[in-house]
């Protein structure tokens, strides 16, 4: 199994980007995804900022996917899709079904279907891979028997990826859930989420960490983990596991990954390794076919 | 424009129907439509009564087989498309891409509409679904401006729908995992949100608190009204400030627009509530018909009447309406 690191969701200072990639660039990952996703407002790096990043993290040896939006409302943001998806040299990750509808026009491109397309049986993996997806990315809902049942149909030379580290996508809105908890409007959110590197925390009343705000985007209170299901992720035909950056530790989270896939690492030690690193819990209700927000501790 | 109406039971169809919609909409008894709840839908039979009685009054009946089917029960969805072709249906409702290839492929003279949970929000993803699936209308999902809307329009190669009134979904349909992270069951597989049996209610010192699943989602003080826990409707902290972090109790209302919305070439609106009574159906679809006519007979000079809006928002979750994502400013 190959281990990538998913784009950075939250909107991070140019610098922070740059140094981040940079220390990637050493890190035992295989696979990296790179660009926005969430908001296209976010723009401390410019289209070739990315491309140029991406061409270091290729030449450092690793596979460079140029992630892309998962909500279009703009015109501009089309503009943007188009450029990212006929840039002639990074596959895309599509994340909405106008990127689908780039791709189908330009034939033969190979991309990843993201985990914003809502793939929940086999007729829709087909298509896709007919489309030209060499890889799918399981949505975030979805359980192990769910992700078993579809890996039955999954058709040949089409990779499977599954988030198994990070906050989880729960939703996106049109609305900017940031900038209204500061009372502004969103076409004046002065870029608000650049103060949140992990997100804006939300609480219910009695004080439980529930949610995460990032800006258009709702996230998982806490982290999923799924170091201790490695076996039953192997055992099902995963080919990729995606760890979705977060502000701190990411090195540590790598490594302790690539050990736990080594076999150098027990998964019940690997968990107890990852437990500081996630300092708002950790969830894998979604894979026992459980609320989302469930953790099932490991079993030995 | 087409005014297109929620029937969650024989009834509410009637109500919707003798009150002036065009078309209405309704799913069967199973988890194959979003308003999978205890008591509502049609059986067969009902079916059959529903759509005699729609044709003799000249409205159409479409079925919302607007789920994602799961790999483990795909059969059962596709049953659900052959029966809606048995029945001669006038439109199936579809959001999932399997499922609609599958429409297009074995009945490919039933009409398909694409539901607001496929979140079509650009005219390059209506082209993809007109494109590959013959599509013939989108329903737009609620997170577009106005502006965003007629240009949607003016590139669309097919007609739009747009939702007119009903509770408010915050997040982009479709794409929304809340229900499923909190109680395990979510719109795209299950087809319900918030689902009444994780709702646990508590009362201690006049105040009454709504939990989701044990999460608690609102206190409420002592006679402050109280509404269905919808998650994303809930009381929380953010950084020391309790408010609607997401969204208030709300309804979405476009009467202030409609002669916006029929210039810009919306093709139908929709109201939303499939889980409403009949007698709400009939009152949203008196209010509705009488606007939509005279913003027909002349959009120049039409202007909600003040008992419109009177009677709408007494029926409205928290009895207040919202343009939604329609007007900028609620972005």
């Known amino acids: 199994m190959k281990l990538s690191l998913g784009p950075i969701l939250y909107f991070w200072e140019r610098e922070r980007v740059l140094d981040f990639y940079a220390q990637a660039a050493g890190w035992p990952v295989d696979i990296v995804y790179l660009g926005e996703a969430v908001c296209s407002k976010r723009r401390a790096l410019r289209p070739d900022d990315w491309l140029e990043i991406a061409g270091s993290l290729a030449h450092a040896g690793k596979e460079v996917v140029l992630t892309t939006l998962a909500l279009i409302e703009a015109e501009s943001e089309l503009g943007a899709l188009r450029r990212a998806v006929t840039n002639g040299r990074f596959p895309v990750e599509a994340n909405d079904t106008a990127a689908l509808n780039m791709l189908s026009a330009a034939q033969g491109t190979r991309f990843v279907a993201g985990p914003y397309l809502n793939v929940y049986n086999g007729e829709t993996l087909k298509l896709l891979h007919e489309l030209g997806a060499g890889r799918w990315v399981l949505p975030a809902e979805l359980s192990r028997d769910m992700l078993a049942a579809l890996q039955a149909r999954r058709p040949h030379g089409m990779e499977t990826e599954v988030q198994v580290f990070g906050r989880l996508p729960l939703a996106l809105s049109a609305r900017c859930f940031t900038a209204r908890a500061h009372h502004l409007p969103k076409d004046e959110c002065e870029f608000r989420c650049r103060d949140y590197p992990d997100g804006l925390p939300l609480a219910t009343r009695e004080g439980q960490r529930f949610l995460t705000i990032n800006g258009i985007q709702t996230q998982s209170g806490s982290t999923s983990c799924l170091v201790a299901e490695l076996p039953e992720l192997r055992a099902i035909g995963v080919d990729v596991l995606r760890l979705s950056p977060q502000a701190h530790s990411m090195h540590e989270v790598v490594q302790v990954f690539r050990e736990a896939l080594d076999d150098r690492l027990a998964p019940a030690a690997a968990e107890e390794r990852l437990a500081v690193h996630m300092p708002d819990g950790a969830c894998n209700g979604y894979w026992h076919g459980e609320p989302g927000m469930a953790w099932q501790p490991h079993a030995d | ?331």
């Open chain 2, 1 to 331: 424009m087409e005014l297109v109406c929620p029937a969650g039971s024989l009834p509410a169809l009637k109500a919707a129907v003798d009150n002036g919609a065009n078309a209405v909409y309704l799913g069967f008894r199973d988890a194959t439509n979003a308003r999978n709840f205890a008591g509502l839908n049609f059986g067969m039979d009902e079916i059959r009564a529903g759509i005699r009685h729609a044709r003799a009054a000249g409205a159409k009946v479409f079925i919302a087989l607007n789920t994602y089917p799961r790999e483990a029960h795909w059969s059962q969805w596709t049953a659900a498309a052959d029966r809606a072709a048995n029945l001669g249906v006038d439109a199936v409702i579809v959001a999932d891409l399997g499922l609609l290839r599958y429409c297009a492929r074995h009945h490919p003279h039933m009409r398909r509409h694409l539901s607001v949970q496929a979140s079509a929000t650009s005219h390059e993803a209506i082209d993809f679904y007109a494109r590959e699936f013959g599509v013939q209308r989108v329903v737009l999902p609620r997170v577009l401006s106005l502006q965003q809307v007629r240009q949607v329009i003016a590139h669309s190669p097919i007609e739009v729908e747009v939702f007119g009134f009903g509770s408010l979904c915050i997040m982009v349909e479709g794409r929304c995992f809340l229900s499923s992270y909190v109680t395990g069951e979510s719109p795209n597989t299950c087809g319900v949100c918030s689902p009444a049996k994780a709702v646990r209610w508590e009362e201690a010192a006049g105040t009454r608190r709504s939990r989701l699943n044990g999460v608690l989602i609102d206190v409420y003080a002592p006679g402050e009204p109280a509404g269905y826990p919808t998650l994303c409707k809930g009381r929380f902290d953010v950084a020391g400030e309790i408010n609607y972090a997401l969204e208030e109790p709300t309804s979405l209302n476009v009467l202030a627009i409609l002669p916006e919305l029929l210039r810009a070439g919306v093709a139908a609106v929709k109201v939303e509530g499939r889980q409403r009574s009949p007698a709400y159906v009939a009152q949203v679809t008196r209010v509705l018909r009488a606007a939509l006519d005279a913003c027909q007979r002349d959009p120049n000079r039409y202007a909600p009447r003040a008992e419109w809006t009177a009677q709408l928002d007494k029926l409205a979750e928290g009895r207040q309406h919202t343009l939604g994502a329609l007007d900028r400013a609620w972005q």
